[in-house]
């Protein structure tokens, strides 16, 4: 069996993964990124860049590709019921970027991918990882390539089978795997856990009207829910589930985007969203068109004991997960892609020592700490509304923004963090 050999193996190629490749690439490291699926997503998943977000890009010089496919939107309204009770403007955080942009999570993989491309690194599709064991100042993982087979008789399908397994040493491994990370699970690393688990169901659709341009969230007794505009004059609402009338697993994301036609249950579903807004968001006067995409998800609010040890690292969901409406857990992890990649060109490169891993550990922890409320939480000033500050720990999550840009959008609600 032979050996394939690099500096990075990078395990997954979401967006976190396909970033920090991006860079270790164009530092002239040599990387190998790996992904168990066929290609990238055919979602709009994690569908906002924050304000943080575009200005890593834009180092890059692929704030201009994302700008171009995506909506700048400058205002995020809260409302409860008929009632706007809040807004956060975005332009108030200045700078170059001072909004944030609607891009469906596989139009923004789709650019990730081309610019790894253009730095001579293509993704091994259909390789997953299964294991790693350190080998002295390597690590040696154990990686099977897939092959599909048809199967059944009646009805065929295909699964999965393991063409061959090989090892890959690498002088470090990173764990972008998403949220069921192997590579956290290999690594015996436990997770933090902030509140419970949550569930929701996302529907996305032509509305009749033209598509407002801000997003609303509707945070009432008891559910969070939220509007987002996205490109092509279509929404996506996102409606919390108080009972758990769903499948308690995270969903693997979709690799398809083809919907085969299905006119009565879509017409059903169609009638559900229509009614659903009308009671969570009297506002709503766009109406339902044609639904487009619609899946169930559930999200739980932890971050990983530790983000890695040694010669192997985690970033992205893989090592955390929050609430959907602020999206903090993609642009968050792409933050940790771009401090990640740098550490480790330091160590490789200038000979830094393994303790500035460990330093982005704790750094990423304490940022952690405070997006899961594990810090305290919001802490309301006097001019805090009643409204809002009943809500401090729904809201939180809720906010497009992390580390310096945090504090700035929590106090335009009247709270510091
Ligand atoms: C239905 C749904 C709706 C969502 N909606 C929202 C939302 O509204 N807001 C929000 O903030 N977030 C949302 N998310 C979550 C969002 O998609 C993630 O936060 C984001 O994808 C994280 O990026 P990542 O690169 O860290 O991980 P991922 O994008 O999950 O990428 C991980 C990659 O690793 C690969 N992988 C996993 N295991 C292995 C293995 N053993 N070997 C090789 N490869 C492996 C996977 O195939 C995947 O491509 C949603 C997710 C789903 C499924």
């Known amino acids: 069996m032979r050996e394939e050999r690099t500096e990075v193996l990078v395990v997954g190629a979401g967006p976190v993964g396909l970033l920090t490749a991006i860079l270790l690439a164009e530092a002239g490291i040599e990387v190998k990124i790996i992904d168990r699926e066929e290609r990238t997503t055919a ?12 200005k890593l890009l834009s180092q890059l010089g692929l704030a201009a590709p994302v700008l171009e496919r995506g909506r700048r939107v400058q205002v995020m309204a809260f409302y409860d019921g008929a009632t706007r009770q809040a807004e956060l403007k975005l332009s108030e955080l200045g700078g170059e970027f001072p909004y944030m942009v609607i891009l469906p999570q596989n139009v923004f993989e789709g650019v990730l991918e081309e610019r790894l491309r253009k730095a001579g690194v293509t993704v091994s599709w259909n390789h997953r990882f299964d294991d790693v064991q350190g080998a002295g100042e390597t690590v040696v993982a154990n990686v099977e390539e897939l092959g599909a087979t048809g199967t059944g008789y009646i009805v065929p399908h295909w699964e999965a089978v393991v063409k061959r397994n090989f ?6 491994l990173v764990g972008a795997d998403g949220h069921g990370s192997l590579v956290r699970q290999r690594l015996g690393i436990e997770n933090t856990q902030g509140a419970g688990q949550e569930f929701f169901a996302a529907y996305e659709f032509e ?13 009432d007794a008891s559910t969070t829910n939220v509007l987002w505009p996205l490109a092509g004059n279509r929404y996506r609402w996102t409606f919390q589930l108080l009972k758990a009338e769903m499948a308690r697993e995270f969903p693997e994301k979709e690799r398809v985007g083809m919907r085969f036609a299905q006119k009565a249950v879509d017409e059903r579903i169609r009638q559900y969203v229509q009614e659903a807004a009308k009671r969570r968001a009297p506002w709503f006067s ?4 044609e639904i487009t995409w619609c899946t169930e998800v559930v999200f739980e609010h932890r971050v990983a004991r530790q983000f890695g040890r040694d010669r192997c690292w985690l970033a992205g969901d893989a090592a955390h997960q929050t609430g959907p409406v602020g999206v903090q857990s993609m642009n968050v992890g792409l933050a940790e892609a771009a401090t990640l990649a740098g550490a480790l060109r330091r160590i490789l490169r200038e000979k830094a020592p393994l303790e500035v891993l460990a330093a982005c550990d704790r750094d990423w922890q304490v940022e952690w700490r405070r997006l899961l409320g594990l810090a305290g939480g919001l802490k309301p000033r006097k001019e805090a509304s009643p409204w809002a500050r009943e809500r401090g720990g729904r809201i939180l999550p809720c906010l497009p923004a992390s580390h310096e840009d945090l504090p700035r959008l929590a106090s335009q609600l009247g709270f510091d963090v």
């Open 43 to 54: 979602r709009s998943y994690a569908c906002a860049l924050h304000a943080r977000t575009l």
């Open 167 to 172: 090892p890959v040493r690498a002088q470090f």
């Open 207 to 219: 509305p009749e009207e033209k598509v407002e341009n801000e997003v609303r969230v509707v945070l």
């Open 286 to 289: 766009a109406g339902v068109k």
